[in-house]
Structure formats: C-alpha cells, structure tokens
C-alpha cells in the first residue's frame, strides 16, 4: 500500500513538472499563419528584450485565439521604425510617449490605442522590475555612489542611450534636474544595452543607464548601482510605453486591433505572472541569455496622463512646440471601449 502510494504522488509530481515545462513548449511559433481566417498584422522582428509581450502572445496562442497573427518583417533600425510603419511595410509596435510624440509633431498619423510596459509602483514587486537603473564604474569613479555625486565629475559626463527621445535621455535629464546637474554637462553616446556594459567596464564612458536584463550583467562587470527609475518620482509613467498604429489601419481595422489589444493584454499579465517562463521563451526569441524581466501593464483603459511628463519635458527641451501634440492626441480611446463593451456584453 506504501509504494503505491508513493507511485501515485511520484507520478502527480512528473505529471505536474511536465505541464509547466509543456505551458512554455506546447506552442510553436507562428512563423506563418495556420489558418486562412487569422488577420495578419506585421511588425519587425525584436532582438532585444522588447520581444517578450510579442513572443509570449503568438507562442502561448493568444494572438491565434483573438484571430490575429504576427508577421515578422525583419530587423528594423530605430530611426527607420516610425517611417517603417508609415510606409505600411510594419503596421504597429509600442513606443514610450516621447518617441510617439515627436513622430506626430512632426506629421506623422501614428495613434497609440493601448498600453504596453509600465512602471510597477506596488512595493511588494521587487526593484529588479523598475524600468531602469543607472551604473558607474566605482574604479573610474572612485568618488560616485549616488546618481547626485555624478556633479563631482569634471567636465562632460558621457551617458549612455540606444537612441534620442526615448526613455533613456528623458529619465536621465529628469534625474539631473532633480540633483541640480546641468543638462548641458551631459554627452549623449549612442549603443545599445548590450555594448553599454563593456563600455562602462573599459572606461569608454561615465554613466550607462540599462533595463531589466542587463541588471545582473552589469553587476557581474563590477558597476555600481547609483540609482534607478523610482527615483524619478514618475511611478507609473516612468515605464509607460504604448501600442501604436498608423491611423489609416485604426480607422479601417478597428475590430481586429481590440483583438489585438486583448491578445497582447493577456500575454502581459502571463509574463507578470511567470516572469521566468516569460524570460526563456525571451533567450528563444532573441538567441541570447535573458537574466531581468520588464514589467507590463494589465489595464484595459489607457491611462493617458501617464504620458504628461514626457511631453512636458519635449516642450521644456523645445523638441515640440506648446500644444503641437497632447495627451488627448496621443492616444485614441476608441480601442479600449470597444473591448469594455465587448466585456460588458460577455
């Protein structure tokens, strides 16, 4: 009787271990669509950890079950992807506001229609989840341990960021504001989270300012942590980035980008949920180790304050002139209530 009790639990126990090994490979990705009645909405192809919402929602099939597929178009340089999707060769990708706004001041018919990453403000979520942190090199700087000490520097403080009008550059110059640092002290160097952290190491540069997976690598190289999104005092709004598409699509697709809204909702609230699973299914996408998980929002509505701040700082910068662009014309609410009357009615 005691043995076959425990074959019983030693076989529950395989049983269980499978099923949450099969949660992540019962899902082949959907490298073309597996039926003709799943409307095809493309996007270029992520090799960073901005990938994990999109991989998460065809992998785990809650693209395939709203009757959406991805179609991926390849590698897009940042400076081209606005006009990639303009052009219609991709129809959609999350941008924080920042980048969203400056496409619209400058003419472009781009929406955002739902929210995508955000910043965790519960303080039961680790800090390993904020959007970012900020790293020195305690050999080459000795004397910086917070982000206000970076005023000790002489001269120019070189900083990395993977481009311009994004979070990087915002939340730096936010920071800087904060601890009184001259935002013309700053030298802006462009690369990518990856090569920022070999930089930092070989003294090539002052300050880098990484997400969630490169964390841990940065400790490894031997950074110091000087500060992190939190500090900004943005909450919510530090991580926000939205979902855009091409007003044209919005106004001639509006059903099946609800579809997609939830779709990609769902596959938020799994890789909150499995920050782990979400990361492995991230290292398969990307072909690199992921160790840090950004954080996404569960919100059917689209909070469009959260964007404020970044507009204020584009006007304060004189990127955008006053009113060129608003919260009201960031964002388009038609999306959201069309899925909250479908919840209603369900």
Same mark, same amino acid.
């Given at each position: 009787?005691?043995?076959?009790?425990?074959?019983?639990?030693?076989?529950?126990?395989?049983?269980?271990?499978?099923?949450?090994?099969?949660?992540?490979?019962?899902?082949?990705?959907?490298?073309?669509?597996?039926?003709?009645?799943?409307?095809?909405?493309?996007?270029?192809?992520?090799?960073?950890?901005? *990938?994990? =919402?999109?991989?998460?929602? +065809?992998?785990?099939? !809650?693209?395939?079950?709203?009757? #959406?597929?991805? @179609?991926?178009?390849?590698?897009?340089?940042?400076?081209?992807?606005?006009?990639?999707?303009?052009?219609?060769?991709?129809?959609?990708?999350?941008?924080?506001?920042?980048?969203?706004?400056?496409?619209?001041?400058?003419?472009?018919?781009?929406?955002?229609?739902?929210?995508?990453?955000?910043?965790?403000?519960?303080?039961?979520?680790?800090?390993?989840?904020?959007?970012?942190?900020?790293? *020195?090199? =305690?050999?080459?700087?000795? +004397?910086?341990?917070? !982000?206000?000490?970076?005023?000790? #520097?002489?001269? @120019?403080?070189?900083?990395?960021?993977?481009?311009?009008?994004?979070?990087?550059?915002?939340?730096?110059?936010?920071?800087?504001?904060?601890?009184?640092?001259?935002?013309?002290?700053?030298?802006?160097?462009?690369?990518?989270?990856?090569?920022?952290?070999?930089?930092?190491?070989?003294?090539?540069?002052?300050?880098?300012?990484?997400?969630?997976?490169?964390?841990?690598?940065?400790?490894?190289?031997?950074?110091?942590?000087?500060?992190?999104?939190?500090?900004?005092?943005?909450?919510?709004?530090?991580?926000?980035?939205?979902?855009?598409?091409?007003?044209?699509?919005?106004?001639?697709?509006?059903?099946?980008?609800?579809?997609?809204?939830?779709?990609?909702?769902?596959?938020?609230?799994?890789?909150?949920?499995?920050?782990?699973?979400?990361?492995?299914?991230?290292?398969?996408?990307?072909?690199?180790?992921?160790?840090?998980?950004?954080?996404?929002?569960?919100?059917?509505?689209?909070?469009?304050?959260?964007?404020?701040?970044?507009?204020?700082?584009?006007?304060?910068?004189?990127?955008?002139?006053?009113?060129?662009?608003?919260?009201?014309?960031?964002?388009?609410?038609?999306?959201?209530?069309?899925?909250?009357?479908?919840?209603?009615?369900?």
């Amino acid at each position: 009787m005691a043995n076959s009790i425990w074959l019983k639990v030693t076989l529950g126990v395989v049983v269980v271990a499978a099923l949450s090994v099969g949660a992540v490979r019962a899902y082949k990705r959907l490298d073309k669509p597996q039926a003709t009645n799943l409307f095809v909405i493309k996007t270029w192809t992520r090799k960073d950890c901005s *990938v994990t =919402p999109w991989t998460v929602a +065809e992998r785990l099939g !809650f693209l395939k079950a709203e009757g #959406i597929a991805l @179609k991926f178009t390849g590698e897009t340089q940042p400076a081209l992807q606005v006009p990639s999707i303009i052009r219609g060769d991709n129809d959609v990708s999350s941008f924080h506001p920042n980048t969203l706004a400056v496409a619209k001041a400058g003419g472009a018919k781009l929406t955002g229609v739902a929210e995508g990453g955000i910043e965790p403000t519960d303080p039961k979520i680790e800090e390993r989840f904020r959007h970012m942190w900020w790293f *020195v090199n =305690p050999t080459k700087h000795p +004397e910086v341990k917070t !982000f206000a000490d970076l005023a000790k #520097i002489p001269g @120019k403080i070189k900083i990395t960021t993977i481009t311009t009008n994004i979070c990087a550059d915002f939340e730096t110059k936010l920071l800087a504001d904060r601890y009184h640092i001259p935002r013309d002290k700053i030298e802006w160097v462009t690369m990518p989270d990856v090569q920022a952290i070999q930089s930092l190491k070989q003294g090539l540069i002052d300050v880098s300012e990484v997400h969630p997976p490169f964390y841990l690598g940065m400790k490894e190289a031997g950074a110091l942590k000087i500060a992190d999104s939190f500090e900004t005092g943005l909450g919510a709004s530090a991580g926000v980035t939205y979902y855009a598409f091409r007003d044209e699509f919005i106004k001639k697709y509006p059903d099946q980008i609800a579809a997609f809204a939830r779709a990609m909702r769902k596959a938020q609230i799994w890789a909150n949920e499995h920050p782990a699973e979400a990361g492995k299914l991230t290292e398969e996408a990307i072909g690199q180790p992921v160790r840090g998980y950004h954080y996404y929002s569960t919100n059917v509505r689209v909070d469009e304050s959260l964007a404020e701040p970044w507009l204020d700082d584009l006007v304060k910068s004189g990127v955008i002139k006053p009113g060129s662009v608003t919260t009201k014309t960031l964002i388009t609410h038609e999306i959201e209530e069309r899925n909250l009357a479908l919840a209603l009615r369900n």
